[in-house]
């Protein structure tokens, strides 16, 4: 297995970058400060890494040690002239980035973690779309319609852990969410208002037992909606690090 010794190689190149950082005449004080905290914790990321690999990937391990070797490379103030210094504060951005990813390639048990998020995630999106169709609102159904491929593309782009798929995932939890409360909240009170059960029946040309089981679907339905949403919310949040 390769990999850990690349990593720490990875690590130590990161370390021995962090004193021409403190020699650069190019980055403000604050800057430089921003640079080698990064630096830090992304030795430390590899270090850690390094001792407890379990999926050696030597290719993805040369790539990081590539990475690390640009960034020193490019830790002087010619190069940060030439290149520009966006591009190098953004080198370190991402060399951090990389080393908080890094776990979910090297440590099976992390990925599989991930994977029952996005699955939480994926099941309570389709039962958002289910809901949306049986509560028979236009509005919502209009909203699903709407958000239906902001959806479809975070289910891709999660999948591919891609940083987009993450913001889009948030962006569009919020109205699922407040559908799977709204038809609860609805399914309740209906359940217990022989007034709207009444309305409801007629409205499916079905008899007042069959709506009371519709409303008992529909609540269960919106039940589990909600706690897949939140645990899926919670999940992605834990493991941000892993979309790049």
Same mark, same amino acid.
């Given at each position: 297995?390769?990999?850990?010794?690349?990593? *720490?190689?990875t690590a130590e190149v990161l370390e021995t970058t962090i004193p021409r950082v403190q020699r650069l005449k190019s980055l403000s004080d604050?800057?430089?400060?921003?640079? /080698?905290?990064?630096? #830090?914790?992304?030795?430390?990321?590899f270090k850690e890494l390094a001792r407890d690999v379990k999926n050696d990937n030597e290719e993805l391990a040369?790539?990081?040690?590539?990475?690390?070797? *640009?960034?020193?490379?490019?830790?002087?103030?010619?190069e940060i002239e030439r290149e520009g210094k966006k591009k190098y504060l953004k080198l370190a951005d991402k060399m951090l980035l990389y080393s908080r990813s890094a776990k979910y390639d090297f440590q099976p048990d992390n990925m599989?973690?991930?994977?029952?998020?996005?699955r939480k995630y994926l099941f309570g999106m389709t039962l958002?779309?289910?809901?949306? $169709?049986?509560?028979?609102?236009?509005?919502?159904?209009?909203? @699903?319609?709407?958000? %239906? &491929?902001?959806?479809?593309?975070?289910?891709?782009s999660l999948q591919k852990r891609g940083h987009l798929g993450l913001l889009?995932?948030?962006? %569009?939890?919020?109205?699922?969410?407040?559908? $799977? &409360?709204?038809?609860?909240e609805y399914?309740?009170?209906?359940?217990?208002?022989?007034? /709207?059960? *009444?309305?409801?029946?007629?409205?499916?040309? #079905?008899?007042?037992?069959? @709506?009371? $089981?519709?409303?008992?679907?529909?609540?269960?339905?919106?039940a589990v909606e909600l706690y897949l949403l939140t645990v899926a919310s919670l999940g992605l949040y834990k493991h941000r690090h892993a979309f790049l």
């Open positions: 297995m390769k990999s850990p010794a690349i990593l *720490e190689d604050k800057e430089k400060e921003w640079v /080698i905290r990064r630096i #830090k914790e992304a030795a430390e990321n040369e790539f990081f040690f590539k990475k690390a070797k *640009e960034l020193k490379n490019m830790s002087v103030d010619k599989k973690e991930l994977k029952k998020v996005y958002f779309f289910v809901l949306t $169709g049986m509560y028979l609102n236009q509005f919502l159904a209009m909203t @699903a319609l709407i958000l %239906a &491929i902001p959806i479809i593309l975070s289910m891709l889009l995932a948030y962006s %569009a939890i919020p109205i699922p969410f407040v559908t $799977g &409360i709204m038809v609860m399914s309740i009170r209906a359940l217990n208002d022989p007034s /709207i059960l *009444e309305q409801i029946a007629q409205a499916l040309h #079905k008899s007042v037992s069959f @709506a009371q $089981g519709y409303l008992a679907v529909l609540m269960v339905l919106a």
